[in-house]
């Protein structure tokens, strides 16, 4: 795991010498992601840099690397967790290794193969090759996009980086903010990918490839997620062997590491059955990690210590005040390189600590909700479809109004903020009805919220068909129409949208920022597709989410995980928005900031505080939502 950053010319002419500057500059901002050293290469029209978190090979994989003829040289960031097998392959075929690193069989699987290398890999990757004698960059990103890329073009160049605020550094470079991005923001609590809030920015999407070539710059797609084969009639007991034996696999290949290793714990299903695979197949105890908080509401951490007695691991706990995590927020929040508002950025963060202070690398459940129906949303999306058939005038003139009589709390579950959720998204197009259950500002609270001067203020750039288009390009993107459910269209939202630019980065970053390593079994290629194939019917089941998962792993887990019903990362956000963070909020929401800012408006911001800080509404996710945008948009100008 590493953190990458270049420069490239788009035409023949040589790089100035302030490149190498520049490059210097961005890897720098990223001595998080790789403590272990750093690598700079420099050639006529490209040059690159690389910060190295040592996982594989600790004494010969430095980084950038150029094959033994000089003619292709890499800076990569991620893992290929097949390496071993295709360096035999590569081998066979007349290859010559000077080193035991994944990063060497990536320069020779492009020399061998080309741009169709990528189809062999199986693992987590961002990287930039040049290969001299085509006079071509060549960049990729991993399937799923767990490891991040981000460029730019400016000057007649390329310039690249594993993060954001590594291409922030070069101040000659012109980043504005898009109003675009910033009312996408407020909507989806992340900038959907390719965007960025930065107009001249751009993030590559996953599973595709960059080449710069013959002063082009194409990009295309070198894999796709499955559509569900409904037409699929394997009994379940066949299902669920194949299941286990690709599990076992991911986990297993996921354990190669020459530093030491450990495993998330939550005590949900998903970090559960990666934990039981793991100690099944390790010689030693393995280490498992999680927190827990003091209020008994948010606390998970006793079903994560029945996972570790039941699996006989080393287990590591730490107990947090909801204060202690609150206090954390705002410094976690700026050190992000993008603004995303999932409030579980802080138990992440906090795990990913405690976890690296005993090992290097660790293995996390991420993937399996998206892809096996964990979430309850996948539920209120059938709910919706069958609400809209029944009687206008019962819905309209009983349901809702009796809806609206719900009681309102601050806790985990808020039953009338859950009901008038459900609600909006069911009064909602199909296409849109999968966002506006995750939406934090919908279109007219966005419209009266921000300022009559920000462009963003827009009627087109405020309808649903543009504000939400993100969405519905995921939702249509399997071809014909009828290729699909919308239930299986609604899953591809989630694994193409909400797991990239939510789950993935939040992720990435949190665990980056303490120079952690985490891989994602359930994101291995073969489990994945295996997962998109199947019939619907064989994930939820009926109101039984993850149904074949927790068949296939029964005899593994305890019966209490088995058993529980899912809960979320979360914390107290409604409680700490009217106690602990209320001065914070009050301050950055305050008129003579928002003024200065000139993007929101600030009575009507105002008017959401009041309503909120009264008791009488529950408007923690727009408050929320505008509160770390703030925080972020302060630590740019710091």
């Known amino acids: 795991m ?3 950053a270049g420069i490239c010319q788009t035409d023949a002419s040589p790089l100035p010498p302030q490149c190498m500057h520049w490059v210097r500059a961005m890897t720098a901002r990223m001595a998080h992601r790789g403590p272990d050293g750093e690598g700079f290469w420099d050639g006529a029209r490209a040059c690159f840099g690389h910060r190295r978190l040592s996982i594989i090979d600790l004494s010969g994989g430095a980084q950038p690397m150029s094959s033994a003829d000089g003619d292709l040289t890499i800076t990569f960031n991620g893992e290929i967790y097949n390496f071993a097998r295709l360096k035999e392959q590569l081998a066979a075929q007349g290859a010559r290794f000077a080193t035991d690193s994944d990063t060497e069989v990536i320069l020779e699987a492009y020399r061998l193969w080309g741009v169709d290398c ?6 987590m990757f961002a990287f930039a090759l040049w290969d001299q004698a085509r006079q071509r960059l060549f960049c990729a990103r991993d399937r799923f996009g767990k490891k991040p890329f981000f460029y730019t073009l400016w000057g007649g160049r390329l310039f690249f980086a594993s993060e954001l605020s590594a291409l922030e550094q070069i101040r000659e470079l012109p980043l504005t903010p898009d109003p675009q991005a910033i009312v996408r923001y407020l909507a989806y609590e992340y900038v959907p990918t390719p965007a960025t809030l930065y107009a001249e920015a751009r993030s590559l999407e996953p599973a595709h490839m960059l080449l710069l070539e013959d002063g082009r710059l194409r990009i295309r797609r070198y894999w796709d997620l499955p559509c569900p084969d409904e037409d699929d009639r394997r009994d379940p007991d066949s299902l669920c062997e194949e299941l286990r034996f690709l599990l076992t696999r991911a986990v297993r290949r996921r354990m190669v590491s020459d530093v030491p290793l450990g495993v998330f714990l939550s005590g949900g299903i998903d970090s559960s059955i990666v934990a039981g695979l793991m ?13 827990g908080f003091r209020e008994a509401s948010y606390d998970e951490s006793r079903y994560a210590r029945i996972v570790a007695r039941a699996f006989g691991t080393e287990h590591h706990e730490r107990v947090l005040d909801a204060d202690e ?3 954390s927020l705002p410094g976690i929040i700026s050190s992000m390189d993008v603004p995303m508002a999932d ?14 202070q005993k090992v290097t690398v ?19 999306f059938l709910l919706a479809q069958w609400y809209n058939r029944l009687p ?4 309209r003139g009983i349901i809702e109004p009796l809806c609206r009589l719900l009681p309102s709390g601050a806790g985990y579950i808020n039953p009338r903020l859950a009901v008038s959720t459900f609600l909006r998204a069911a009064h909602a197009p199909a296409w849109q009805r999968v966002q506006t259950m995750l939406t934090a500002l919908a279109p007219d609270v966005q419209h009266a919220i921000l300022d009559s001067a920000f462009p963003g203020k827009n009627t087109a750039l405020l309808a649903p ?20 459910t919308p239930l299986a269209r609604a899953f591809h939202v989630y694994a193409r949208q909400f797991l990239l630019d939510d789950i993935l980065v939040k992720v990435d970053r949190c665990s980056m920022l303490h120079s952690l390593e985490v891989r994602a079994p359930f994101l291995d290629r073969d489990a994945a597709e295996f997962a998109a194939r199947l019939p619907l019917k064989h994930k939820l089941r009926g109101f039984r989410r993850k149904w074949l998962l927790k068949r296939a792993f029964a005899d593994l887990l305890p019966p209490e995980i088995l058993h529980r019903n899912k809960r979320g990362f979360q914390i107290p956000v409604a409680q700490w928005l009217r106690g602990r963070l209320r001065p914070l909020m009050e301050d950055l929401l305050s008129p003579a900031a928002l003024k200065t800012q000139g993007i929101f408006q600030p009575q009507a911001v105002r008017a959401l505080m009041d309503r909120h800080l009264s008791g009488k509404e529950d408007l923690r996710k727009p408050l929320w939502t505008l509160l770390v945008f703030q925080l972020w948009w302060r630590a740019r100008r710091a």
């Open 465 to 484: 068909e543009n504000l939400f288009a993100p969405t519905r390009e995921h939702y249509e993107h399997w071809q014909p129409p009828q290729a699909a």
């Open 325 to 327: 995590c609150a206090d």
């Open 343 to 356: 409030a579980s950025v802080a138990p992440t963060w906090l795990l990913s600590g405690v976890t690296r």
């Open 362 to 380: 660790a293995l996390g459940g991420d993937g399996a909700d998206e892809l096996w129906a964990g979430y309850e949303h996948y539920i209120g």
């Open 118 to 123: 990528l189809a062999r890999f199986d693992g």
């Open 392 to 395: 206008g005038p019962l819905r």
């Open 2 to 4: 590493c953190g990458i």
């Open 279 to 291: 100690a099944h197949q390790s010689p030693t105890p393995v280490r498992t990690f999680s927190i």
